[in-house]
């Protein structure tokens, strides 16, 4: 039901019973926040969006108060203004002046909100505490000190991923973020999605930086350096660089990163096509032998970090097949280095994901059971935007460079693996290409490609029925995992995203910062789909000559892993 409101001596439309912001942010009308989460319950806690109501003596907030009736607002009163700016000050009396070289540099709101109040001085002076930093994760930095307390990191990990890392501690003015009994992040629950850093308005929260290891290894005459990137990166890195969202800059990327002096520059994608390969025959040979089924997908990181802490029991359920990152990383080691002659030790490979969490799968000591890392350092899309400007060069989207050789073709298939439900759509593929040695008729599963949480879909291959989930989203994760442990729901084989939609939103992505910058990037890569000329994982020319490798060498136990229970403060 719509009646009829005034904000600023103008009459808009409203719904009864939603908040006055959801009212104002409809009709164009814009007031600033700290704490609010568009899809969380409204807390109120930052008080930065507070508007004058007639009739009320207090200010209001405006994320948590309904519409009832009619109401006279004002959103910028000088009485709004003094105390929107008043709790700025306050804010401020306790950040640290560090934001020429702070992370957040630029976008920061809490940094903005003070340039757009004229805050250039500092009127409250309160007592500092020196709180450490934590560096114990291995892909996430905790620095308390530019806490704000808005709540937005707990927030995102409680309601939404189901994990709950992160709560507020100790009481009063000593109130910090941090973990269960205040241990270090390494000693959490934590799963390193990174969703609290995609929501952290300040840098509380932010990616542990690999850029030092990188740069000190392409200053090192004796290391051969590899870089390699994934489809998510190159629909969204543009957008560090101006561009509009959704842009994709694969071709040019190459060439960006040819001029910073890398000695290789390789597209994940024939890894994916591997990976998509290997995946499709253990599904089959699970399906045919009775096997432990459903069988979940690897390639989430944070996915499986989650698996090892919450529910040990269902690893033997999860693909022993690497990720692409850790195949890629293993195939430059080993056939790449074979190739060329070199030693696999002087190779110093980079790994640009959307993800953080891929820092930790480089590292952790159960992805590679050779005596070498697969990938020695991972950079997430804002370290390499961060990189490309620290070399002086910006993304140039007129020069045009193929990915070089070995690694030059990929099926578009391998790049849905950035969505949520990418991967079923393309092992469906080559499912029914394996049970019926014909390619499929309609590729595009549209039912994979609406945006929920959780997904599925039934196709008939041959005489079987396979079941198949898509969930994207941890909190999600657990309740679909409850449901085939409890024997409701029966799958032959699940896909599993933690973050929201999939890579294309994954911790080390380009904050959102348009409206609609995810769908745009969801578009860019199905876009990448339909104009790709190979479409299916098996008619990549270069998948026959890497089994070939495999078979010869009889080395193809590079693209197994393992995983083991993990026990945490919980």
Same mark, same amino acid.
């Given at each position: 039901m719509f009646l009829n409101i005034e904000v600023n001596n103008q009459i808009i439309k409203a719904d009864k019973g939603e908040t006055i912001l959801s009212a104002l942010n409809r009709n164009g009308m814009n007031v600033p926040t700290l704490c609010f989460l568009k899809e969380l319950n409204p807390t109120g806690a930052c008080r930065m969006c507070v508007v004058e109501v007639e009739g009320y003596e207090n200010l209001i907030t405006a994320c948590s108060q309904p519409i009832e009736g009619f109401m006279k607002i004002q959103t910028?009163?000088?009485?709004?203004? *003094?105390?929107?700016?008043? *709790? /700025? %000050?306050?804010?401020?009396?306790? !950040?640290?002046?560090?934001c020429l070289y702070c992370i957040r540099n630029g976008s920061c709101e809490l940094q903005n909100l003070a340039q757009s109040f004229n805050i250039n001085e500092r009127k409250f002076k309160n007592k500092k505490f020196t709180l450490k930093v934590d560096k114990s994760s291995a892909a996430i930095v905790k620095e308390t000190d530019k806490c704000i307390l808005c709540g937005r990191c707990i927030r995102i990990c409680d309601e939404v991923q189901d994990v709950s890392a992160l709560c507020f501690i100790k009481k009063g003015s000593s109130t910090t973020v941090g973990t269960t009994l205040n241990k270090p992040l390494s000693h959490s629950n934590c799963i390193l999605c990174g969703q609290c850093i995609m929501v952290c308005p300040t840098a509380g929260l932010h990616e542990k930086s690999h850029t030092p290891q990188v740069l000190e290894a392409m200053g090192n005459p004796k290391k051969h350096t590899v870089i390699f990137h994934s489809s998510s990166v190159s629909v969204s890195i543009a957008e560090e660089f101006g561009f509009k969202a959704g842009k994709d800059v694969s071709i040019s990327l190459n060439s960006t990163l040819k001029k910073l002096g890398f000695n290789k520059v390789f597209e994940v994608g024939v890894a994916s096509d591997i990976y998509l390969i290997e995946l499709a025959e253990d599904i089959i040979n699970r399906t045919q032998n009775k096997g432990p089924l459903p069988l979940f997908s690897s390639c989430c990181p944070a996915w499986i970090q989650f698996a090892e802490q919450y529910f040990p029991g269902i690893l033997t359920s999860i693909s022993q097949i690497k990720s692409p990152q850790q195949i890629m990383g293993a195939l430059i080691k080993s056939k790449y280095a074979d190739d060329l002659n070199l030693n696999n030790k002087d190779i110093f490979t980079i790994s640009v994901m959307p993800c953080i969490a891929k820092k930790q799968e480089a590292i952790k000591g159960n992805t590679s059971i050779s005596s070498f890392s697969d990938v020695d350092c991972v950079l @997430?899309?804002? %370290?390499?935007? +961060?990189?490309?400007? =620290?070399?002086?060069?910006?993304?140039?989207?007129? %020069?045009?460079?193929? +990915?070089?050789?070995?690694?030059?073709?990929?099926?578009?298939? +391998?790049?849905?693996?950035?969505?949520?439900?990418?991967?079923?759509?393309?092992?469906?593929?080559? /499912?029914? !290409?394996?049970?019926?040695?014909?390619?499929?008729?309609?590729?595009?599963q549209s039912k994979l490609r609406i +945006?929920?949480?959780?997904?599925? =879909?039934?196709?008939m291959l041959g005489e079987t029925t396979y079941n198949f989930a898509v969930v994207n989203g941890i909190g999600n994760a657990r309740k679909l995992i409850n449901d085939i442990m409890?024997?409701?729901? @029966?799958? !032959?084989?699940?896909?599993?995203?933690?973050?929201?939609?999939?890579?294309? *939103?994954?911790?080390?992505?380009?904050? /959102?910062?348009?409206?609609?910058?995810?769908?745009?990037?969801?578009?860019?890569?199905?876009?990448?789909? %339909?104009?790709?000329s190979i479409k299916f994982p098996y008619k990549n020319p270069s998948i026959s000559e890497f089994y070939q490798a495999f078979t010869k060498s009889g080395n193809k136990n590079i693209l197994i892993t393992n995983y083991k229970e993990r026990t945490v403060l919980k």
């Amino acid at each position: 039901m719509f009646l009829n409101i005034e904000v600023n001596n103008q009459i808009i439309k409203a719904d009864k019973g939603e908040t006055i912001l959801s009212a104002l942010n409809r009709n164009g009308m814009n007031v600033p926040t700290l704490c609010f989460l568009k899809e969380l319950n409204p807390t109120g806690a930052c008080r930065m969006c507070v508007v004058e109501v007639e009739g009320y003596e207090n200010l209001i907030t405006a994320c948590s108060q309904p519409i009832e009736g009619f109401m006279k607002i004002q959103t910028h009163s000088k009485r709004v203004l *003094n105390a929107r700016k008043t *709790n /700025l %000050e306050l804010l401020l009396a306790n !950040h640290p002046d560090e934001c020429l070289y702070c992370i957040r540099n630029g976008s920061c709101e809490l940094q903005n909100l003070a340039q757009s109040f004229n805050i250039n001085e500092r009127k409250f002076k309160n007592k500092k505490f020196t709180l450490k930093v934590d560096k114990s994760s291995a892909a996430i930095v905790k620095e308390t000190d530019k806490c704000i307390l808005c709540g937005r990191c707990i927030r995102i990990c409680d309601e939404v991923q189901d994990v709950s890392a992160l709560c507020f501690i100790k009481k009063g003015s000593s109130t910090t973020v941090g973990t269960t009994l205040n241990k270090p992040l390494s000693h959490s629950n934590c799963i390193l999605c990174g969703q609290c850093i995609m929501v952290c308005p300040t840098a509380g929260l932010h990616e542990k930086s690999h850029t030092p290891q990188v740069l000190e290894a392409m200053g090192n005459p004796k290391k051969h350096t590899v870089i390699f990137h994934s489809s998510s990166v190159s629909v969204s890195i543009a957008e560090e660089f101006g561009f509009k969202a959704g842009k994709d800059v694969s071709i040019s990327l190459n060439s960006t990163l040819k001029k910073l002096g890398f000695n290789k520059v390789f597209e994940v994608g024939v890894a994916s096509d591997i990976y998509l390969i290997e995946l499709a025959e253990d599904i089959i040979n699970r399906t045919q032998n009775k096997g432990p089924l459903p069988l979940f997908s690897s390639c989430c990181p944070a996915w499986i970090q989650f698996a090892e802490q919450y529910f040990p029991g269902i690893l033997t359920s999860i693909s022993q097949i690497k990720s692409p990152q850790q195949i890629m990383g293993a195939l430059i080691k080993s056939k790449y280095a074979d190739d060329l002659n070199l030693n696999n030790k002087d190779i110093f490979t980079i790994s640009v994901m959307p993800c953080i969490a891929k820092k930790q799968e480089a590292i952790k000591g159960n992805t590679s059971i050779s005596s070498f890392s697969d990938v020695d350092c991972v950079l @997430t899309t804002r %370290e390499l935007a +961060s990189l490309i400007k =620290i070399k002086g060069f910006k993304l140039d989207d007129t %020069e045009t460079q193929l +990915s070089d050789a070995p690694f030059v073709n990929q099926s578009s298939a +391998s790049k849905l693996l950035g969505t949520s439900g990418g991967l079923t759509e393309s092992l469906i593929r080559i /499912l029914h !290409h394996k049970v019926t040695g014909k390619d499929i008729n309609e590729i595009k599963q549209s039912k994979l490609r609406i +945006s929920k949480g959780i997904k599925e =879909i039934s196709v008939m291959l041959g005489e079987t029925t396979y079941n198949f989930a898509v969930v994207n989203g941890i909190g999600n994760a657990r309740k679909l995992i409850n449901d085939i442990m409890s024997g409701k729901k @029966t799958y !032959h084989f699940v896909e599993v995203m933690a973050c929201k939609e999939g890579c294309v *939103n994954g911790g080390g992505q380009p904050l /959102l910062s348009e409206k609609d910058a995810l769908k745009s990037r969801i578009k860019a890569i199905y876009d990448s789909d %339909e104009k790709e000329s190979i479409k299916f994982p098996y008619k990549n020319p270069s998948i026959s000559e890497f089994y070939q490798a495999f078979t010869k060498s009889g080395n193809k136990n590079i693209l197994i892993t393992n995983y083991k229970e993990r026990t945490v403060l919980k």
